[in-house]
């Protein structure tokens, strides 16, 4: 209907899942991540908890996506199950045959067993996912933390995923439920969407559908009302969305109004749903209120103190802080503009050495500079990372000082050390120690496009690295992404496995890098950057 009215290709706002509109918040990247290391940590449960359409089916999907293939999976839907009926449908999800014989839950768990132990020598790996699991009743619960007992001398044969609403996490805080609740090895709460996020998300929907750049369906307060209406949950966001876009299309409305919003909601949502905001009766009363409390508060403060101590002691209260406004001040004069320094005075424009040599002693102030400002090798834990760009918002990814390698008219080699850049200007460190501002017109004649920056090396790291390598590089890029998600333990040792892979192909889509689970020097940078590894430019310039 409305789709075509707008020119769009399809309806955006459909409640079915469709990974072609995947949209991942910040919330929903970090409780993958969780997924994704409690899978890798070998045993256990993991939890994953959220609202009614905050988003859990679309983690569910994801992380069957990034599994890695050595990994068979049982999926249970339907938690409506007792104990004998719930073993029968992990071996049936699992191919486990038990026909035949009397069904009982010695005999399943048996036959389940010992498909855990043959998986397990072939070097695979089983997970059960458990969908609406806060349905589960005490007794099948009990029976799913027996599963975990299935285990060699050095790991848990079963990896099980309990995804439930917010209920659940409170369940496991039963006394009875305890030991199940001390296995969980990974846990996250998935919150709904803030107002930035969910501007986002509308937006991204809408895109995906064919709406052009240059077009805006809704103004920022429709959207405020539509964060407030829904309280942030995407599913309910779809709905009011599209009974909004519907309802303009109706008006034959170009884009839709607040007005239009809150129909929708009383149409979708009933009147109960519908938060509405203080009418202007409302605030006038309100304001008389607070007119009076504050006479009230005024008279007080003018009486004797002595009459404030007569009062009884249930009356009594405390005097507010009076705030008092100073008289008006008369503007100060400017200053005078400073003379112009001299010449020399903001020397920037450096030679190639006295800028890397300025460059290590912000990056490394106990470290002697090398004689070559960008060696080759890694020198005092630091690398050198050399590129070239052709744009000035090409060096906005690097947060960092960095050094621009410069011609000058006379053809000759120089460097600045770049702090940051703001608006048509560049921040550039001086040799004397200071900052100065130079328009991006005048180094734009200088420079063209090389540069280079200093970052902290991994262990052992000299090469990028991929799926299957191994070494103490591994393990010191692994325990980078577990200080990230506040993990207490790797997704790897020393081996690249399938689960740091799909952890770094997330981080990678997190920050506009290319996700080809390769940790090579621009996901490094960027992890280092994330973990405040590496000086900062704002760090910098407090170092001068």
């Known amino acids: 209907m409305y789709h075509q009215y707008y020119g769009l290709k399809e309806a955006p706002f459909s409640i079915a899942v469709n990974p072609r509109y995947l949209f991942m918040s910040p919330r929903h990247r970090d409780a993958l991540a969780h997924l994704l290391y409690g899978v890798g940590a070998g045993g256990g449960f993991i939890l994953l908890t959220g609202e009614v359409g905050t988003g859990k089916t679309t983690i569910n999907r994801c992380l069957l996506e990034q599994l890695p293939d050595d990994t068979d999976i049982a999926i249970i839907l339907n938690p409506a199950l007792d104990s004998l009926e719930l073993l029968a449908s992990v071996c049936d999800e699992l191919g486990i045959d038990y026909a035949g014989e009397a069904s ?6 048996d036959k389940l067993h010992a498909f855990l132990l043959a998986n397990h020598a072939r070097g695979r790996k089983t997970v ?10 005490f007794d099948v619960l009990e029976q799913i933390r ?22 659940l996490a409170s369940l496991l805080q039963r006394p009875e439920l305890r030991q199940l609740n001390q296995r969980i090895t990974a846990r996250y709460n998935l919150e709904p969407l803030n107002l930035e996020e969910t501007r986002a998300y509308i937006r991204h929907r809408l895109q995906v559908a064919g709406l052009t750049a240059d077009r805006e369906l809704f103004p920022p307060a429709a959207v405020r009302d539509i964060h407030r209406l829904t309280r942030g949950i995407p599913r309910l966001i779809n709905v009011l969305c599209d009974r909004a876009l519907l309802g303009a299309y109706g008006q034959n409305k170009g884009r839709v109004e607040r007005s239009m919003v809150a129909t929708a909601a009383r149409e979708v949502m009933g009147e109960e749903g519908v938060q509405r905001p203080p009418s202007r009766l409302g605030w006038a009363l309100a304001v008389v209120v607070l007119l009076g409390l504050a006479g009230t508060a005024w008279w007080w403060l003018g009486q004797p103190r002595g009459w404030q101590r007569q009062l009884p002691a249930q009356v009594a209260v405390e005097a507010p802080a009076v705030v008092t406004t100073p008289p008006a001040q008369q503007p100060e004069p400017e200053p005078e503009p400073e003379s112009e320094p001299e010449a020399g005075q903001q020397a920037w424009n450096m030679t190639s050495a006295a800028a890397g040599q300025l460059l290590w002693r912000l990056q490394a102030p106990a470290a002697v500079a090398p004689p070559e400002p960008c060696p080759a090798q890694p020198m005092h834990g630091l690398g050198c990372y050399r590129e070239q760009v052709q744009t000035w918002d090409a060096l906005l990814a690097y947060d960092r000082p960095l050094v621009l390698e410069l011609i000058t008219p006379e053809r000759f080699r120089a460097a600045a050390v770049l702090l940051g850049l703001s608006g048509q200007q560049a921040r550039l460190a001086t040799a004397d120690g200071g900052v100065v501002e130079v328009s991006l017109r005048e180094l734009a004649g200088l420079w063209q496009g090389d540069f280079y920056l200093l970052w902290q090396v991994p262990d052992g790291y000299r090469a990028p690295l991929a799926l299957g390598d191994r070494g103490p590089a591994v393990a010191a ?38 996700a080809d689970g390769v940790v090579g020097v621009r996901t490094l940078l960027k992890l280092n950057e994330q973990l405040g590894i590496d000086p900062s430019r704002a760090q910098s310039e407090e170092l001068l």
């Open 104 to 109: 009982s839950l010695k005999t399943l768990t």
């Open 128 to 137: 059960l996912l458990i969908d609406e699991a806060q349905h589960l009743n």
């Open 146 to 167: 027996l599963l975990t007992n299935l285990e060699t001398n050095h790991e848990k044969l079963l990896q099980i995923v309990l995804i439930g609403q917010p209920e």
């Open 477 to 514: 890029v692994a325990r980078l992404f577990a200080a990230l998600d506040n993990q207490p333990r790797a997704l790897a040792e020393s081996q690249f496995n399938r689960a740091l892979q799909s952890r770094v192909e997330l981080f990678q889509r997190a920050h506009q890098l290319e």
